[in-house]
């Protein structure tokens, strides 16, 4: 049996490799072609059929050669979406934006104002990461917006903020954790109230009012006896704005605990003042 399989693998290697070497050699000729039409011809075709690394070659040369002629907007406007295709949104980006500066009468211009904004959608990382790119992403996307108000991508973008604002929600909400895990509990009461004065529909809401009651207590049991009184009566106040926006908390009754120890310490500075 592998007698006879032998001659045949042989055979369809020598077709495979055959294949190979006429495309690659095809492709070179295209290279090295002085048909600039041609390869724009080609650029194009290897764009369509997703070949966008074929393309992105022929385009790069054309670039500079077509830009003052008839086909200049086209040359750009492929350039700028084959580096999408191929993942450089860096590049793209740049090239999006400028189509819209150095094209501005296109008909284009709205669908590249609007891929430019989502390479730094694509740009954007995990929210444990620098956010920088996130919130341009989300400034770029709000301009294209305000300035396509009956665009049909409208709702694409409203979702993609969405998205991106819950980015910048978590990054916040981690960073307020983790001072209070170093038990830097001043830094993380501010920084667990700037998350509510920054994202004032979080769906982080409930806990971080309760992780305000928490940092509060903290603070004020830790403090210099100087500041005690005021810090628990913080704690109090960070109490009452918890406990009435979600009553039903299954935080309620850890709150409610920090709340009397409050009224007790509270108590005692009291007395000891009067004495």
Do not use: W
């Amino acid at each position: 049996m592998n007698y006879i399989c032998r001659p045949m693998r042989k055979l369809v290697f020598i077709l495979i490799s055959l294949f190979l070497f006429t495309g690659c050699s095809e492709y070179s000729k295209i290279l090295k072609s002085k048909d600039y039409n041609l390869k724009f011809e080609k650029a194009k075709e290897y764009f369509n059929d997703g070949q966008c690394s074929k393309a992105l070659p022929l385009l790069e040369e054309l670039l500079s050669l077509f830009r003052l002629t008839s086909q200049g907007e086209d040359v750009y406007y492929y350039y700028a979406q084959t580096n999408y295709c191929i993942g450089e949104y860096y590049v793209a980006g740049y090239y999006f934006k400028s189509f819209v500066k150095t094209y501005p009468g296109s008909k284009r211009v709205e669908e590249c104002q609007f891929l430019g904004a989502m390479c730094n959608v694509m740009n954007s990382p995990e929210p444990a990461l620098d956010q920088t790119e996130t919130s341009k992403a989300i400034d770029e996307l709000q301009t294209f917006m305000n300035r396509y108000p009956e665009s049909p991508r409208q709702d694409t973008c409203n979702t993609l903020v969405k998205t991106l604002r819950q980015k910048l929600e978590t990054k916040a909400m981690n960073g307020a954790k983790l001072y209070y895990q170093l038990e830097r509990y001043n830094s993380a009461k501010v920084a667990f109230g700037n998350v509510l004065v920054d994202f004032p529909d979080t769906r982080f809401k409930e806990e971080v009012l309760f992780m305000i009651v928490k940092s509060s207590f903290l603070l004020a049991d830790n403090s210099i006896e100087s500041k005690k009184e005021e810090r628990y009566k913080e704690t109090i106040k960070s109490y009452h704005k918890f406990a009435n926006a979600f009553p039903n908390s299954k935080e309620l009754n850890e709150a409610e605990s920090l709340y009397y120890a409050s009224l007790k310490e509270l108590e005692k500075i009291k007395t000891k003042n009067e004495l």
